[in-house]
DNA sequence: AAGTTTAATGTAACTTTATTACACGAACGA
DNA sequence: TCGTTCGTGTAATAAAGTTACATTAAACTT
């Protein structure tokens, strides 16, 4: 385990003073792997030994030795940790801890997305007749955004916002097509019960959702990450970029099956692009 | 460039009594790292004052500062590096790579992110009689979502894909609206013509696209960000990625700027979806 | 509510660790 | 061969980290 992640883990877990010299360390730990412990000392406003005891306690030896742990797992794991934007913070605090946490979030993902379903996806993709991209709120700008991914590649596509289009559409669908729910609870009855349609059409339903959610019950296969809930009014859904790199992913994943002359094609449409640009001259 | 490559290759230009200090650095660096340099110097049979002129020629200040580099350059993979997606790689591997690319590049954003400017375009967001938000193809998702973010605030806001009712809408526009252009490049032409129209009606334009491009230039206030280049074809814009995150950042700040009363209003919007959805215990 | 106990924290003495200053000796060149 | 330079070690000094103990705050008991 991380041993950032650890300390912001366990917060709640220290003391007054331990909790400020975990505070200073989250807060800028390149700088803390390089101080002495009398200046980490002064920077949390406590007592060298609190210092001192603070490392004991994440079970280190002693101060050295917790700053060879934490400027390991600095190099290894994420530098970032969730940090809640603060009612007082300025532009500059608040910029950099909605990046951070988005990283952080990233990084959770990635490390909780199974790669044998997201291979079986991409067969399935590869193998559909149309493919759809399904959501609401704020997870239709995720299919938006598959959508455009997707219609690269020049096979059958769709993606509506509209619940009835939605259901209109998988009435429609039959065997061979492939239905794509995005939705970051898996609870909004809506989608689930469009899910449901489909899958009674004989569509192959994909969900990027919650494990053991209402709609993930709905699909065949489901992609799911671990991602914090967004306890925070202020923070806001990084689910949501987690969903976008996933759908990054998949569009990879099926470029790389499809082979390399598919791959001419793709450069073809990234060239046909750039004729509606003003040329690099123009800078 | 890894310290023990570093000191492997430079083996020859060390004197003879730094040269055992290398050899047994080498032969076993995770216990050169828990050691105090009396320990090291005893297991190299050299003087103290030797091992620590060896750490100096490697351009480190001192042991300790040594040992810090010597750590973190044990801690194998380079977790935070654009890595291409290569032909070959498998669902796993490409996994990986893409989402710490994508990581890579936020905090690539983040870095090059003038703050100053958040700060100045929240400014304008709060005092805005109506907010529109533009973008056209892969930033019309970006363009959604921020729609989806800034719609609670309950304030004017629109947005189109569609080129014909983006002029529209920016003719009607009048001093005090404010236009949000989405664009990775800024040289998308029918994008910067509509830009030109806003500007000429008196909106004020904001422009979340590459400095000194065309439609840097028609904007009143740009925010830029360095991101690389999708060179590769299987690599995804991370850059529609990094505008999200500052569109969180956007509305993180203009949530700040409105004070207390208006988040106890964006709670209650907050909990007006969760009817919508199914309860918890319904998992 | 007062007293007792326990936990938390800081002070100061002490130990360990690292650095500096300097001296000695070997290698090299004139 | 002598003087210079470079490498090395010894010893003194400075810095950093740890321990023991005293003080204070908090919690629990009666």
Excluded: W
Excluded at 167 to 192: P, Q, W, Y
Excluded at 241 to 256: K, P, R
Excluded at 263 to 269: A, D, G, M, P, T
């Amino acid at each position: 385990m991380n041993t950032l992640e650890l300390i912001q883990k366990n917060l709640n877990a220290f003391s007054k003073s331990e909790r400020k010299v975990a505070e200073v360390i989250i807060a800028s730990p390149q700088i803390s792997i390089r101080s002495s412990i009398a200046t980490l000392a002064k920077m949390a406003e406590v007592s060298e030994p609190t210092v001192n005891r603070f490392c004991r306690r994440l079970d280190t030896k002693g101060f050295p030795d917790f700053k060879l742990h934490l400027a390991q797992s600095l190099v290894k794991g994420t530098p970032y940790v969730n940090r809640n934007v603060d009612e007082h913070d300025g532009a500059e605090a608040y910029t950099a801890k909605i990046f951070e946490s988005t990283m952080a979030c990233l990084n959770g993902a990635k490390n909780t997305l199974d790669t044998t379903l997201v291979n079986r996806a991409v067969d399935v993709l590869t193998q559909a007749k149309k493919i759809s991209f399904f959501g609401l709120g704020a997870s239709s700008s995720v299919a938006h955004d598959a959508l455009n991914k997707f219609f690269r590649f020049n096979i059958p596509i769709c993606c509506f916002d509209d619940i009835l289009m939605q259901k209109m559409s998988c009435i429609n669908s039959s065997e061979g097509d492939v239905v794509v729910f995005i939705s970051h609870t898996g609870r909004t009855k809506a989608l689930v019960e469009v899910a449901r349609i489909a899958r009674e059409n004989n569509a192959f339903v994909i969900a990027l959702t919650a494990l053991n959610s209402p709609l993930a019950k709905e699909s065949n296969l489901v992609l799911s990450m671990s991602v914090p809930e967004d306890t925070d009014i202020y923070m806001p859904m990084a689910s949501r970029i987690a969903q976008l790199v996933l759908i990054d992913v998949l569009a990879t994943g099926f470029t790389l099956r499809r082979g390399s002359k598919f791959r001419e094609n793709l450069k073809r449409v990234k060239k046909g692009i750039t004729d509606s640009r003003f040329d690099l001259c123009d800078l």
